[in-house]
């Protein structure tokens, strides 16, 4: 029976990672295909090859995190582990209709809080939890302060010689925000492999994560960029570049603090910060609020989700 | 039968060949253009999923400026144009208005797309085929040929110049009959008429003949034939072999389960051709 909860810990994981590689492309790209500096076929793989190695290099400290330091390792049993990310994955698939507004971040997370109180694991609230509350919070906050000040220093150079280059350094800053995807993000898809004992290298699992990842932004992260560069305001070049590196400087700390975070609400806040800096309104009021919304959904229907999810296997299974 | 059409458009670089295309279809009693453009709900949520910012007014005002060019165009040529923007679901929003508006026909382009998109998300062309109860005609107005190793972009000009009318005899078939007298008045001059067969059946060349007659009768120079084979391949071989710029067709279904996995024969058609096709409800 073992070898069935570990396959379809697996097979739901890298489900998840691959809807994270499609989630967000818009996030990371979608500023310079927006702008039409790159088309879609460059920006996608673009993502694929950035995200691949931010996965492979810098999700380690994600990847112990989740796996390791929300609850105790030895409670990672292959059931559990598969219900959390079993739970991560329906939620996600189910959310491409209902539309809600959850972040793969916190739904990973979360779907192992909601297993660890069902099984009564120890939750490491204090150590764990609280950093990641913090850093979910301080995400669009330091986004914007760092928005602001990197579009201010790009702006600051105004030769019109430079606007060619500038092109370039758009491109850079995408690529930037893509490793910091796969350097944040991609850890989320792999770390309960990580944690109970599936997958033992942290090179390892954060490759294979950052596979799944590269699929997902070839695969399904086409269509969906496509859909949005039709429809979203076009940044002015030194705004989109002080956004984009302020989302992807943002989570890259957060990352090398081993905490995952939401790269679009990074974005968001650094969006909002680079309008401030050049004095143009990109972000409502309302985006805001709906990010404060979006904590306090996340939480609800993914630790809920799990918690049941776990008690139902649990009990038709007769597992634990 | 093409007094008031519906034209949906997402402002593709090909909208407006199409438009003029269409123009034609005057002489064929055309008298109306409903415009709509509809912001996809999906994507705007997409859009702000992804931290992006989205103007909604920004949005309708570009979407007005550029139906302003068609609207002119039309115009000058002496059609009455509506325009409309709407918001929400595609496929949903076109239904709609077609039957808010009482078209008698919708009118769709149709682009080369990846095959991972075919496999998720499924063309609005798709959506409306199967949920739409009006006949709809898909412009494929984008085809690409390799010639001598290069490949060369083909754009259709003349619509209706050839008309291969596939007919297996059904009710839909022969209400798709039924527009020949009205191509004819918007210019089409000849028809090749197919009628494919898995199993071989005696009256299928009497009925094929006095078919043939039928449609000469009307003005055109028509072609029959009967093919043995797989309908929708023939179709889609004929078509090409005869040079026909419209496959004319009736649309039905083979049953929910059959329709799913494989695609009606008209859909096949439709996916898998590079010539437009009029499909008749």
Redesign the interface.
Known sequence: MEIFYIVGMITAGLFFGWTIGS?????VM??AY?AKILNIKSATLLIAIFALLGATFQSHGVIKTVGSGIIPMEYLTPFRAMIMMLNAALVTAVNTWL?L?ISTAQLACFSIVGVGLAIDAPISWKHTMLPLAITWVGTPLVGCILGFIFTKTIGGVNAKKLETFKKFVLIIACCYASFTLGANNSGLAVSVLYGSGVLKSLLFAGFIGGVVVAIGAL??G???LE??G????Q?EINSAIGAQLG?ATTAYIAALLGYPTS??????GA?GGAGLARGVK??QIK?VK?IVINWFVSLIVSGFTAYFLYKLFAWLLGAK | MFSKILFPTKFDEFTFPILKSLVCLKSAGLKDIVLLYVIDEDAIYLAKESGLPVDMEQIKSLANNKMQEFVNYLKSMGLAVKEKISFGNVVNEIIKEAQIENVSLVVTGRHKRHKIEELFIGSTTDGVIKKSPFSLLVVKYHTIKMIEGKPIEQFCLNLFRKILYATDWSEHSERAKGFLPFLYNAGAREVVILHVIEEKKKDNMEKLDSLKKEIEKIGFTVKSYLIHGKPYKEIIRMASEENATLILMGSHGKGFVKEILLGSVSQRVLEYSDRSVLLVK
Request: glycine share 8%.
């Open positions: 989630h967000y492309t818009g996030a979608g500023t927006g539309k507004p695969t399904w086409r269509p969906l859909k949005v039709l429809h979203i305001v940044l989302q790269m679009n609400q990074a974005i968001v969006i990109y972000i985006v709906e």
